[in-house]
């Protein structure tokens, strides 16, 4: 026994030692669980604006040059915003004949969708004859009116760029037919604002109107715009974007001629032809393919202007500045992004969206492989 105690003894203070050493394992574990006491809660909310700081401060330095995209503003504010931009705009020639054009497009447009909707079914009596759709109404009579009167508003528009849009057209063909690059160089200045060449992404980052023709032998010739004053402004960020799809051009040069063709057929019809020769389907026909046309084309360009902006930012004003910066000091975050959101929330949106597209396209997939066999069982009973 005496041999045997030393051993029980040592097994016995490891036992001690290993329950000791647990339980402080155990209270370290609690007492990282443990909430913030009261006292620490001032103290808490300050680390927490400290760490909003400076994840502010890291999206603020997240380009080499500090470029910080402009705030998202509350909606009230955008539209105080909107309204002031909209009647310094008013106030030029240019926008004053912009705004009476557009409201007489919407004006006379709304009038021929009511009259079409049969709204004012007094309108319908021919000599106490009650009948919509007789050809001396007064209501056929304000179609054929308004028809008229669009049209010669859509002339404006359709003829009145003609010349721009066949120049456009004249420049792409001498590119595609002819493999004329000052051609293309040529188009890419009048379309500055939203179509790059290849390689002008590696166009010197200060590169820009004011200073190109004092930088001549220091850049890719080829990569610039003709004139060389249209080449477009140094970006903001200091990353220029990349090159446009080059099918993105002829989508919308085509389309642009393709409205004034359908415009000259569209006034064929309605000069051409009176009311009762004309034939009931060509003016509704053609309005519509030619304002989709436009409209197509006037889309692609926005949507590729804003990607654009998305890489090379777009200017600060005084007041975006003086907002970054009552925001930093408030510590309220911004993501430095042209929509001022967060990149992980856009992104688990579009992974929804496409699982949810993939989902819809499976069932119907799954419907139809069913079909044939249930025919195959109708037919086989």
Not at 352 to 375: A, G, H, M, Q, V
Request: aromatic share 12%; with cysteine.
């Amino acid at each position: 026994m005496p041999s045997d105690s030393p051993r029980i003894s040592k097994e016995g203070d490891a036992e001690r030692m290993t329950t000791v050493s647990t339980a402080t394992e155990h209270n370290e574990s609690l007492s990282k669980r443990v909430p913030i006491p009261p006292n620490q809660a001032q103290e808490g909310v300050g680390a927490a604006l400290a760490s909003n700081a400076a994840a502010l401060d890291v999206q603020m330095h997240e380009y080499a040059n500090g470029y910080h995209f402009p705030p998202k503003y509350p909606i009230k504010e955008q539209i105080r915003m909107g309204l002031v931009s909209f009647w310094e705009f008013y106030n030029t020639g240019f926008g004053f004949f912009l705004t009476i054009y557009s409201l007489n497009v919407i004006a006379w447009g709304g009038m021929l969708f009511l009259l079409l909707c049969n709204a004012a079914p007094e309108m319908c009596y021919v000599n106490g004859t009650y009948d919509c759709n007789h050809i001396d109404s007064p209501r056929r009579i304000w179609i054929e009116t308004d028809s008229q009167i669009l049209n010669g508003l859509f002339c404006v528009t359709g003829f009145g760029l003609a010349p721009w849009r066949f120049r456009d057209w004249y420049y792409l063909l001498q590119y595609r037919l002819r493999h004329d690059h000052d051609a293309l160089r040529r188009l890419a200045g009048v379309h500055r604002g939203w179509f790059r060449l290849a390689g002008s992404d590696q166009l010197p980052v200060n590169l820009g109107p004011k200073n190109i023709e004092e930088a001549v032998g220091s850049y890719n010739v080829d990569s610039v715009p003709l004139p060389l004053e249209t080449i477009s402004d140094a970006p903001p960020t200091g990353i220029r974007a990349p090159q446009t799809k080059m099918w993105k051009m002829d989508f919308i040069v085509y389309f642009n001629v393709a409205n004034t063709f359908l415009q000259c057929v569209l006034s064929g019809f309605m000069w051409a032809l009176n009311r009762y020769d004309r034939p009931s389907w060509s003016t509704g026909l053609f309005v519509c393919l030619a304002c989709i046309a436009s409209a197509i084309a006037g889309i692609m360009m926005g949507i590729e202007g804003k990607h654009v902006k998305a890489i090379e930012g777009v200017p600060l004003n005084k007041g975006d500045l003086e907002r970054l910066a009552r925001d930093k000091e408030l510590g309220i975050p911004h993501y430095n992004n042209i929509k001022d959101k967060d990149p992980e929330e856009i992104k688990e949106k579009e992974r929804k969206k496409r699982e949810k597209k993939e989902k819809k396209w499976f069932r119907k997939s799954e419907k139809s492989s069913l079909e044939p066999d249930t025919e195959r069982q109708a037919f086989c009973d």
